[in-house]
């Protein structure tokens, strides 16, 4: 038998980026296309007050679920912006980043055998962390027919007696789909016939386009008590070095649980993170809109530019900072494939630009790709100017 962990892969994104590093060591301009990680610098009252931390020797052990300063601004902000009824701040924890947030969320949720409904394609962590947490990842394919939304009638379908949550994240990675309000009130229908928990993983909350306002799933009658919300700083302030995401958790049951699993695993985030990430909650949040308003430029320049190329039928984000395109049926292949990997592989060599294969976020992400546009505004243009040419060039 294999260990749980050999199951889990070290990351396809991984391996363009090692491939364009390569070709940057050799003297080659790269756009780095690839992967999801915000170019813009942290806001500078929150690098102020990390600096202030440190200079205040701030840097000592710190209650583990978070400072009280930090649980209280994000009590405030969920329940002011998110809607969320939460009874107090001890319902929030504080997290190394979303992605340890999940990973405890997952060990804490599951039996072995449990299983979870999750969208295909999706961030391929989300699967690991369900099977590192001894579940099952049991997808619903998000289908371009449908404008890449959640189908209710599929995820009630996939329930079976050993379902124990819905993971729903919106605006969504790999895809940038938000789910409308009518889709997140069905789910919550869904799970309150079915006795499940939801999971809502809003990391991309504050990177939404063309004015509308993110709408968060425990916020919905019924979803209120069965919910398990969980946040990242990583995006919404460009902090995802620092490391530090929340979960808000209602159940008590489940609370003390991540209690203990927090004190096991991280007992507490960085100190300074802390510091910094309670003055970003606490200060003005207009770095914020700036941000998503330059991430929308980006994308309109990126998805203009891949409607015009041949081999790819772009979809348009309502959020989040990728473009997900299909690859359509005449694309001549490279190196002897047709594959998604095949155009992933070959914008690297024929011109430098990083992207990510759609098989890599699941089943139903084969023959498509998927665009970051979170690196920095030349190099989308600088992508986005050279994209058309260069697809239509291969084969050639
Ligand atoms: C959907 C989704 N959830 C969570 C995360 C993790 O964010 P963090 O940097 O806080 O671990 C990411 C990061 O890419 C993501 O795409």
Redesign the pocket.
């Known amino acids: 038998m294999t260990h749980i962990v050999d199951q889990v892969s070290l990351g396809a994104i991984v391996q363009v980026r090692d491939r364009l590093l390569a070709q940057q060591a050799q003297g080659r301009k790269v756009l780095r296309l690839e992967?999801?990680?915000p170019s813009f610098d942290i806001p500078v009252y929150a690098r102020e007050a990390m600096e202030k931390a440190l200079r205040d020797g701030l840097t000592h052990y710190t209650a583990s679920t978070g400072i009280p300063v930090l649980r209280k601004a994000i009590y405030q902000k969920v329940t002011a912006e998110n809607s969320l009824s939460v009874p107090n701040d001890d319902h929030v924890v504080v997290?190394?980043?979303?992605?340890?947030?999940?990973y405890i969320l997952f060990r804490a949720l599951l039996d072995s055998g449990d299983e979870v409904i999750l969208p295909d394609p999706?961030?391929t962590?989300?699967a690991e962390n369900i099977r590192l947490g001894g579940g099952r990842p049991v997808p619903v394919v998000l289908r371009e027919e449908r404008g890449y939304q959640y189908d209710p009638v599929d995820i009630e379908a996939a329930i079976t007696p050993r379902t124990k949550a819905i993971f729903v994240?919106t605006p969504?990675?790999?895809i940038g789909a938000v789910a409308a309000r009518e889709t997140l009130e069905a789910i919550a229908q869904i799970a309150e016939r079915h006795n499940l928990l939801l999971i809502s993983?809003?990391?991309?909350e504050h990177v939404i386009y063309d004015g509308v306002k993110h709408l968060s799933l425990g916020s919905l009658p019924g979803a209120q008590d069965r919910t398990i919300s969980?946040?990242?700083?990583?995006?919404t302030y460009a902090?995802?070095g620092l490391?530090?995401?929340y979960l808000v958790i209602n159940d008590p049951a489940l609370l003390e649980r991540i209690k203990k699993l927090v004190r096991c695993t991280i007992n507490g985030v960085n100190s300074v993170t802390q510091y910094g990430a309670a003055a970003a909650l606490n200060g003005p949040q207009d770095a914020t809109r700036a941000m998503a308003k330059e991430y929308q430029k980006r994308r309109d320049i990126l998805f203009s530019a891949l409607e015009n190329a041949p081999y790819v039928k772009p979809f348009k984000p309502g959020g989040?900072f990728y473009i997900w395109a299909r690859i359509l049926p005449d694309w001549p292949g490279y190196d002897g494939k047709v594959d998604d990997w095949s155009m992933t592989n070959y914008l690297i060599d024929a011109a430098g630009i990083g992207s990510s294969p759609g098989s890599a976020f699941g089943p139903a992400g084969e023959g498509c790709i998927r665009f970051a546009f979170s690196c920095s505004t030349d190099q989308v243009e600088e992508a986005a100017s050279l994209l058309p040419d260069v697809l239509a060039g291969a084969g050639k």
């Not at 997290?95 to 999940?102: E, P, S, V, W």
């Not at 969980?230 to 995006?235: G, I, L, N, Q, T």
């Open positions: 992967s999801g990680d997290t190394n980043g979303a992605m340890h947030g999940l999706m961030w962590e989300i994240n969504q990675n790999p993983d809003e990391a991309y969980v946040y990242s700083m990583s995006k902090m995802s490391r530090l995401g989040a």
